[in-house]
């Protein structure tokens, strides 16, 4: 089970998969989509959508509103279906006992009120498939871990929107999933379960668990993620690595900040972007180009305290993607 | 399949436990109880007043004889009127009741006086006038030299007793058509009631679900239809639950509270003679409740309480499946959606018309066609079952409405599963009539 991850940019060999042409396959993903079209009345939801989600992973599901991100969750989930194209998860053409692999914690989330908080894990979590014994005893677990025993006789109404979104979480996850589905887990959430939040994203991962992040807060997914795939109008835009992705776009800027006086002839090697005193950010042709004038520098006595490549933000990058609408 | 029953017992579950439901259950036989109760000692209560009339009987119509009656004491006084009334607050009478001669015997009225401080209370005056009108026929028939026994001829009742034209039929009698028609009209009123009260519970169940977004987190973990099935049948056997704790509590309810309170039936049946013709002797009476009680025993309940069960379920199924349909669609704004409902709430009130028409012509062709037709035939069969129709027309209702809640189950679940997953759209009818072909 434990193939190493090689680049993002590797093509898969499974000959099955050999007929996407433009996409970057991983060896076994933990969930492949496979051009998947859905359209609902005459809208074009998702329109040809195909990636990996490389095993093991934190991946992020970016795009706009509208993008087409719920709908693909929803095929995810099996709650919808694809029109065309195909999902695997580990391997397996998608079926309906799937969704006792999966967990799913969508954007808007609720939970029956009137229900006593171990009456609604417990019914949860029967449903994703565990026997009685089992469902127990991970409850048991999960209201260990986050220090609330004693709410199991509660009723959901009586619980804060806080302690309502920590139920939510163990929710999901109480059936020990191999892929989890997080839609903007954080909004609404106040700094303290965000973190709490965070940190179980991260132990789980840890665990082996594969996680489908989807946002369109990009600090969020910086901090993050490892893996994205961009979605804009129903088709995939772009996707990677966050690192290569970044390396992609960016513009070969370097930040300088220094001492003495900039010799001349330095604006024949490189655009001076911006200049504040001793700080001054300049763009270069190509990276090759950054250590000559490094060099250059140092030769005609500037004294370096510090020279850092400027990468472009997701930010940026997903702006200017969704803008341009098209492939980068 | 497991899901399902995990879907079914939540569902059931949550509601039989929940405190509203198990007061409304043991609410509604107190209701019934209190209402017997309060109804029975208004009718027995009795005025505590009581009052001393003098009487003047200037006719001689009552010859010095009147039985007292309740609270009611007569005296009979030869004192003039003018002296009486002068004196009135001495002689502590609260009335003085004067019948002049009976001037013409072939008259049909007759005026009698009643002086008072007060006005007569509607018991002195209905005693009054009964009574009166009793002595003033014996009088006349006294006076007419009249031959009593004839007089009584002359009063016919006219009884009619059907009877089948081959010898095989069942031998209805005079009271079949009332007795059915009371047990088909009950029958027609619960299934009515039945399928709002629960159907509603379903459709509010979904709007709930929907709008406090659990159901996108239900429906990962299981098909929208299993969730929908689910709901039906686990609110469908809490309806069945509070209907059985209703049948066997209401009667206990009402047969202890009218013991404890004193008044069994034959005090309300003697109410009921009263209130009814006065020709109507108490033989009679009696006579006729053993026929009606050997008449309701005779009904073939073999076949009608299975029957009754199952328009209960078919009838619940079918319309409570669309309102879960039309609750799938609404948004967290009931007014909004309550358009939508109509289309639903229209068959059900003309079926309810039509089990009233039903009751009176069984066997019509209005009758038999709405018992089949599925969307009439959960009111309208139930109310005809006492009438025994003919076996044909059961079956084929029976397969009708049976085939018609799988399919209108069905039905409904192409809406549902699209309708939960849709916010902040304004419905139409014609949206929902769409999302039946779309796609999974």
Redesign the interface.
């Known amino acids: 089970m434990d193939f190493p991850n090689f680049s993002t940019y590797i093509p898969r060999s499974n000959e099955t998969l050999q007929k996407f042409t433009k996409n970057h396959r991983v060896a076994h993903p933990i969930l492949s989509l496979d051009n998947i079209v859905k359209t609902y009345d005459k809208n074009v939801a998702v329109d040809g959508v195909s990636f990996d989600v490389p095993r093991g992973s934190i991946f992020g599901l970016l795009g706009p509103n509208g993008a087409g991100k719920t709908s693909l969750i929803r095929i995810i989930t099996t709650i919808t279906r694809a029109d065309s194209g195909a999902v695997y998860l580990d391997g397996e053409r998608l079926s309906t006992t799937h969704p006792e692999h999966i967990g799913y914690m969508p954007e808007e989330r609720g939970l029956y009120r009137k229900m006593k908080v171990g009456e609604h894990l417990y019914y949860l979590a029967r449903l994703k498939g565990l026997s009685a014994a089992a469902a127990r005893e991970k409850i048991d677990y999960w209201l260990e871990k986050f220090e609330i025993r004693d709410w199991w006789n509660k009723k959901v109404e009586e619980l804060s929107k806080g302690m309502q979104q920590k139920l939510q979480f163990i929710a999901t996850v109480v059936h020990q999933p191999k892929l989890l589905i997080l839609d903007e887990p954080f909004s609404g959430l106040d700094p303290v379960n965000t973190n709490l939040i965070k940190q179980e994203i991260h132990y789980l991962q840890e665990q082996g668990v594969s996680i489908i992040f989807s946002t369109h807060r990009m600090e969020q997914v910086e901090e993050i993620c490892e893996h994205i795939v961009l979605i804009n109008k129903g088709r995939n835009v772009l996707q990677g690595k966050v690192k290569d992705v970044k390396n992609r776009f960016k513009k070969n800027l370097y930040r300088i900040q220094y001492s003495g006086e900039l010799p001349p002839g330095l604006e024949e090697r490189a655009r001076i972007v911006e200049q504040t005193g001793h700080d001054i950010t300049i763009q270069v042709g190509e990276e090759a180009q950054s250590n000559s004038l490094l060099q250059f520098l140092l030769q005609h006595g500037v004294f370096v305290h510090a020279f850092n490549e400027i990468l472009p933000t997701l930010n940026e990058i997903f702006i200017r993607q969704v803008k341009e609408g098209v492939n980068g | 399949m497991d899901?399902l029953w995990?879907?079914i017992k939540?569902e059931y579950l949550?509601r039989v436990k929940?405190r509203s439901f198990i007061i409304a259950t043991l609410l509604t036989p107190m209701a019934f109880a209190i209402f017997f109760v309060v109804v029975g000692l208004i009718f027995q209560y009795e005025s505590d007043d009581s009052r001393r009339i003098a009487i003047i009987d200037e006719g001689d119509v009552l010859k010095h004889s009147i039985r007292d009656e309740k609270n009611l004491y007569f005296r009979f006084v030869d004192v003039e009127l003018s002296v009486l009334r002068e004196n009135f607050a001495d002689f502590d009478y609260d009335g003085i009741l004067v019948l002049p001669q009976v001037n013409d015997l072939l008259a049909r009225n007759y005026t009698v006086y009643y002086y008072s401080d007060k006005q007569p209370t509607l018991d002195i005056e209905s005693f009054i006038r009964e009574h009166v009108s009793e002595r003033l026929r014996e009088y006349k028939i006294e006076a007419l030299q009249l031959d009593p026994r004839q007089l009584e001829a002359l009063d016919t009742r006219v009884e009619l007793d059907p009877e089948p034209i081959d010898e095989a039929g069942q031998n209805a009698s005079k009271l079949t058509g009332a007795i059915a028609a009371g047990i088909g009209g009950l029958m027609g009123i619960i299934m009515y009631i039945v399928v709002f009260i629960y159907g509603m519970m379903v459709m509010r169940s979904v709007m709930e679900?929907k709008s406090?977004?659990?159901?996108?987190?239900?429906?990962?973990?299981?098909?929208?239809f299993q969730l929908m099935l689910g709901k039906i049948v686990g609110v469908g056997a809490v309806g069945l639950t509070q209907v059985a704790i209703w049948a066997v509590l209401i009667p206990i309810v009402v047969f202890v509270s009218t013991l404890a309170f004193g008044f069994d039936s034959e005090t309300q049946m003697e109410m009921a003679q009263r209130s009814a013709a006065a020709d109507f002797n108490p033989e009679d009476t009696e006579a006729l409740i053993a026929l009606g009680l050997e008449e309701f025993r005779s009904l073939n309940w073999w076949m009608i309480l299975p029957l009754f069960v199952f328009y209960f379920l078919g009838g619940y199924f079918l319309y409570s499946s669309l309102f879960a349909a039309v609750g799938s669609a609404m948004g967290d704004d009931l007014g909004e959606g309550q358009s939508l409902t109509i289309p639903i709430t229209i068959p059900v009130v003309i079926a309810f018309y039509i089990m009233m028409v039903t009751i009176e012509a069984p066997n019509s062709s209005l009758a038999v066609w709405s018992s089949i037709f599925p969307l009439f035939s959960p009111i309208v069969m139930p109310a005809r079952l006492a009438f025994s129709p003919p076996l044909w027309e059961i079956l084929a209702s029976v397969a009708v409405l049976a085939a018609a809640s799988v399919f209108f189950v069905w039905l409904s679940g192409r809406i549902y599963r699209v309708g939960i997953?849709m916010?902040g759209k304004k419905i139409t009818l014609k949206e929902l009539g769409?999302w039946m072909f779309?796609?999974?």
């Open positions: 899901k995990l879907i939540r949550t929940r679900e406090n977004r659990i159901v996108e987190v239900m429906i990962s973990s299981v098909r929208p997953l916010y769409k779309y796609k999974d």
